[in-house]
């Protein structure tokens, strides 16, 4: 505990970069996500291409994926950006599913009265469809979010330091403050931006607390 | 990396360091005791669950809570608890504690979201409980199960490509040892091993899949409701 104390504005500033780590490729990882996955929702060809392929992607291990990257990107390998596009590879993946699934379950007839009300479609994309197919969208990047931050930890065994830092560092030091702080602050982390989407997702979908339901 | 991937003194054991062969074996067996013990905790478990309808509130935050926990702090806590001797306990807990929870989840999922009607039918026709579980649930849920099992199977694979760290084998070994030796094609070549294998071992699954669920419940399920987790 003592070393906790010692320790704490390392740890914070760990915290932080940890976060920027995890976060940036969440928020690029569903920027790409949507356009995609909007295409797979309205053509059958572009769905049976692309959630396959993201399927595939995602089974790629994280190590193996962080690895490659230099190859693929021509970065050095010590770059935090070969974690930071790997995650955001994985977020891409996970989402295009998550997208194409919420918004091929907004009801057609939703739609149509949309249309009949005169929206075009980019218009009625953002103003009818994203909104309804918000809740589905939004669990999904729950899940994106929290392994995202789980996942910038393994990023420590090729040199690039979040909190993963801890964990290594504390591995070869026998420091197990040093190691607990580091799960725990992880988890911590997770948690807190994970509450913060929940909160997000109640004040963007307001309709969905007045039915009573949830 | 492909000079790496070719060259044949990576492929036998070569003044004692293991090849690339025992480091792949050694992989698939972290891979296959841990799925095995975390099958045979989460399967019986989610059935039950899953069955009396108790607790599944419970296994649906566990699993959530379990997500954000990273792979790499559990595994070196409890490594260097458990002390070298008994580093692959320490990574096989790990491995069982990671594989568990969506193992879990997939098989309460998969029995609450079986048709209440069949399982109605199956208890006019006077089937006993037991039996409605393992004659009707279970082959009905058999599709989320092993989805689930697949999903672990990868989540575990990629964990154990991290058990290196740890002084232990498998593929992640290479990819730890070319980074302190500054050899970046050892870590690529690996890489792409680790990438390989784990499709492989999906496709494998996905296909064993196929051939062991029920030709009936192939049809399309997209009007059955999702559990969410």
């Known amino acids: 505990m003592t070393w906790v104390l010692d320790h704490v504005d390392q740890l914070l500033s760990l915290s ?3 976060l920027w780590l995890a976060l940036l490729p969440l928020v690029l990882g569903l920027l790409i996500a949507l356009p995609l996955g909007w295409v797979a929702s309205r053509y059958y060809w572009a769905r049976v291409i692309l ?8 089974t790629i291990p994280s190590l193996a994926l962080f690895v490659l990257m230099p190859l693929i990107l021509g970065t ?4 935090p950006l070969n974690v930071q596009i790997a995650l955001t590879v994985y977020t891409v993946a996970l989402l295009v599913r998550v997208v194409a699934d ?5 009801p057609a007839t939703v739609a149509a009265a949309a249309t ?3 929206y075009r479609p980019v218009g009625r994309f953002f103003a009818v469809d994203l909104p309804l197919a918000l809740p589905v969208l939004l669990a999904g990047v729950r899940v994106a979010t929290v392994s995202n931050i789980s996942l910038v930890s393994v990023g420590s065994l090729i040199g690039v330091h979040g909190l993963g830092q801890a964990l290594t560092e504390g591995f070869q030091r026998d420091n197990y403050a040093e190691i607990i702080a580091g799960i725990v602050l992880i988890v911590v982390l997770a948690l807190a931006v994970d509450a913060v989407l929940v909160l997000v997702g109640r004040v963007l979908t307001p309709w969905a607390r007045i039915g009573g339901r949830r | 990396m492909w000079e ?4 044949p003194d990576n492929w036998t054991k070569t003044f004692g360091t293991p090849g690339i062969p025992q480091r792949l074996a050694e992989h698939l067996q972290y891979t296959a005791v841990a799925v095995v013990i975390a099958a045979l905790i989460a399967v019986p478990l989610g059935a039950y669950i899953g069955h009396t309808g108790r607790g599944g509130t419970f296994v649906v935050g566990m699993v959530n809570a379990f997500r954000a926990l ?3 702090g559990l595994l070196i806590l409890l490594a260097l608890s458990m002390g070298v001797l008994l580093a692959f306990e320490a990574m096989t807990i790990t491995l069982v504690l990671i594989a568990v929870p969506p193992m879990l989840a997939g098989t309460y999922a998969g029995i609450r979201n079986v048709d209440q009607s069949a399982v109605d039918a199956a208890r006019g026709m006077g089937m006993r409980e037991r039996e409605v579980l393992v004659k009707v649930e279970l082959p009905n849920a058999l599709p989320l199960i092993l989805g689930a099992l697949r999903t672990a199977t990868l989540q575990v694979i990629a964990t154990a490509s991290i058990a290196a760290f740890v002084s232990l084998g498998g593929l ?3 990819v730890v040892d070319g980074l302190a030796l500054r050899e970046f094609d050892q870590m690529a070549g690996a890489a792409v091993l680790i990438a390989a294998l784990a499709i492989v071992v999906e496709l494998v699954l996905a296909g064993a899949q196929w051939l062991v669920v029920s030709p009936g419940l192939r049809a399309p399920r997209s009007r059955k409701r999702k559990a969410t987790t």
Request: glycine share 10%; proline share 6%; aromatic share 12%.
């Open chain 1, 51 to 58: 959630v396959p392929a993201a399927g595939l992607l995602y």
């Open chain 1, 16 to 18: 932080a970069y940890h």
């Open chain 2, 172 to 174: 992640g070994r290479f």
């Open chain 1, 116 to 118: 009949a009300m005169g």
């Open chain 2, 4 to 7: 790496w991937l070719t060259n």
């Open chain 1, 76 to 79: 050095l390998i010590l770059d």
């Open chain 2, 70 to 72: 990273p792979e790499l």
């Open chain 1, 102 to 106: 919420a918004l091929a379950a907004v």
